[in-house]
């Protein structure tokens, strides 16, 4: 990658998540991103994950506020609650078409984009980029069983970047704790390695 590449980010939060938590390890979001600025020239990190809006607590909340403050730009939406054809309540909390909206209109702006997602629906989204002129890195892995990259997806992609081999790099040190000093001013209580206990997906 060259210095002067432009390059964003793409984060699927529900599928990094799953994916992070299947290797075992919990992400630190500050290491994320100055790994990546360390690349080339970062234009632009989102972050997609959606929000039950009635919860008096979300346990996703705390990490959506500090990605915000900490130069992340966080795309949510409220979560839909249905009932299924078997009686069953589920909830369903789908970001793909943010995130896709969202990297075609940057598109004519960036040499790279990385696309934090296993998810095989993306396959489209990726050739259209590509065909854009701009190259696209998949972030996902295949070391787990059953790998959390769709086959599709995988081919697809210029560059395909394992998650279990950027732990030493972006993964939180298990020593440390989440600092609980609050900035109550921003509404901060925790620090940018905390994880959801749970992410939305559809």
Known sequence: MSSLE??????????????????????????????????GRLIRAFYYTALVDDQ??????????????NGYSVVTKPTKEFVD??????????????????????????????????????????????????RVAVVSTISTQPPMVADELRRQADEFI??????????????????RAADHRRGQSFGPTQQPAEELRE
């Open 56 to 69: 008096e607590y979300s346990s996703v909340r705390p990490l959506v506020d500090w990605l915000d403050y």
């Open 6 to 39: 432009r390059i964003a980010l793409f984060i699927d939060g529900a599928n990094l998540y799953a994916s992070a938590k299947a290797l075992g390890f919990d992400i630190d979001y500050k290491r994320l991103l100055r790994e990546f600025q360390a690349k």
């Open 85 to 134: 054809s078997t009686g069953r309540r589920k909830v369903k909390g789908n970001m793909d078409i943010e995130l896709a909206v969202n990297a075609m209109d940057m598109a004519p702006h960036l040499d790279l984009m990385v696309l934090f997602s296993g998810d095989g629906d993306f396959r489209s989204l990726v050739e259209a980029i590509q065909r854009k002129g701009v």
């Open 162 to 179: 394992d998650l279990a081999h950027l732990i030493q790099r972006i993964g939180r040190d298990p020593g440390d704790r989440p600092q």
